[in-house]
């Protein structure tokens, strides 16, 4: 956070104005102790009690040794010779990683709750809550548009309403607009709460819309008692429907879950039996299956060829029949065929035709 020059005229009206306020809420807080600690929880949250002051130290930089002055421009020439050496770079390197305290100091003001009674100790914790006060909110010129309507509503600033400023905001949003918009609203309250008129107004409307909202509890009484039976009788159908259709899903579930295990038993049966069966069976079995297959797709193929080339396929079958014909006939010639006598004259002796 910026810290805002206080010497203006603004902010010196505004502390004017505070400043027995704080007061009043310092008095206030330390009647009761779990009121005094959380009225000093909300200072620390809100920066109240935390300072930033100049150590006083004179810190020097391990590098000014090795600073030099070039074209008007500060940089820093470290001898390569040094740096070559173990010795001379470890030191150079202890010294850039020493710990050096900082040029700033950070206090915090404690507050001792006995002594508020004190006139003189009250009203110098006043000051210092009030100047942190106008710090934070970072108050301008008195010609800023912000700081001119929170000078404005400085009257209007009470010790409940600095209460409620410190028990509402938080360091984030705490800025005079922020303020202006909480005691313009508490205006408001105690104008429209102070308001006769508009209190009867207020209460002449109360009046109606409780009569409304009787009526309208009548009506939906009534409503009520002709819609519920209905509802019941709908809400009975529905539930019997669904009721239904569970069974219905819960049927088919049975029904599927029997088949499944006619299914696996089964399975489990033929793999008993594939087990107990004789190995040279099951290799039967196999080649019958594997040829019948074979055979199978043979006559698919026959099938598709001869609707597809019927050319194809009729020299197909002659080739086929040529290739079964011809060791038959050279079989029929030797068992019963003899020398000097050709396979014709052999078919027809074997007939009686005259040839």
């Not at 290799?283 to 797709?297: N, Q, T």
Request: aromatic content about 8%; charged content about 30%.
């Amino acid at each position: 956070m910026a810290n805002t020059n206080c010497d203006n005229h603004a902010a010196e009206i505004f502390m004017d104005s505070h400043l027995p306020l704080f007061e009043s809420v310092l008095t206030n807080a330390a009647r009761d102790e779990a009121r005094w600690n959380r009225r000093v929880e909300t200072f620390e949250t809100l920066g109240l009690l935390d300072f930033q002051t100049d150590s006083g130290l004179k810190l020097k930089s391990v590098l000014d040794q090795f600073a030099d002055e070039q074209k008007g421009e500060r940089v820093y020439v470290l001898p390569a010779k040094e740096l070559d050496q173990p010795i001379l770079k470890r030191r150079l390197m202890r010294k850039l990683k020493v710990h050096r305290p900082s040029r700033w100091t950070r206090h915090r003001l404690r507050l001792d709750r006995d002594q508020i009674s004190d006139d003189k100790y009250r009203r110098e914790i006043a000051k210092v809550l009030t100047y942190k006060w106008a710090l934070s909110l970072e108050l301008g010129n008195p010609g800023d548009l912000q700081t001119m309507k929170l000078l404005m509503f400085t009257k209007l600033m009470d010790v409940p309403a600095l209460e409620q400023c410190l028990d509402t905001f938080r360091l984030n949003d705490l800025r005079a607009e922020s303020i202006n918009f909480l005691l313009l609203r508490r205006l408001t309250d105690e104008l429209l709460d102070g308001n006769d008129k508009l209190q009867a107004r207020l209460s002449l409307a109360g009046s109606k819309m409780a009569l409304v909202q009787e009526k309208a509890v009548e009506k939906i009484q009534v409503h009520r008692q002709k819609i519920l039976p209905e509802f019941k009788v709908a809400q009975g159908d529905i539930l019997a429907q669904t009721y239904g259709e569970f069974d219905a899903a819960i049927a088919a579930n049975r029904e599927r879950a029997a088949v499944d295990d006619a299914l696996y038993a089964r399975t489990l049966a033929e793999r008993a039996q594939r087990d107990s069966e004789d190995p040279e069976e099951r290799f039967r079995r196999a080649v019958d299956r594997r040829l019948s297959i074979r055979k199978a797709a043979a006559k698919r193929w026959a099938r598709m060829l001869r609707r597809r080339h019927p050319a194809a396929f009729f020299f197909w079958a002659a080739s086929r029949l040529t290739l079964l014909a011809a060791p038959i006939l050279l079989a029929f010639h030797l068992k019963v065929g003899i020398d000097g006598v050709t396979l014709v004259n052999s078919i027809c002796r074997f007939l009686n035709w005259q040839c």
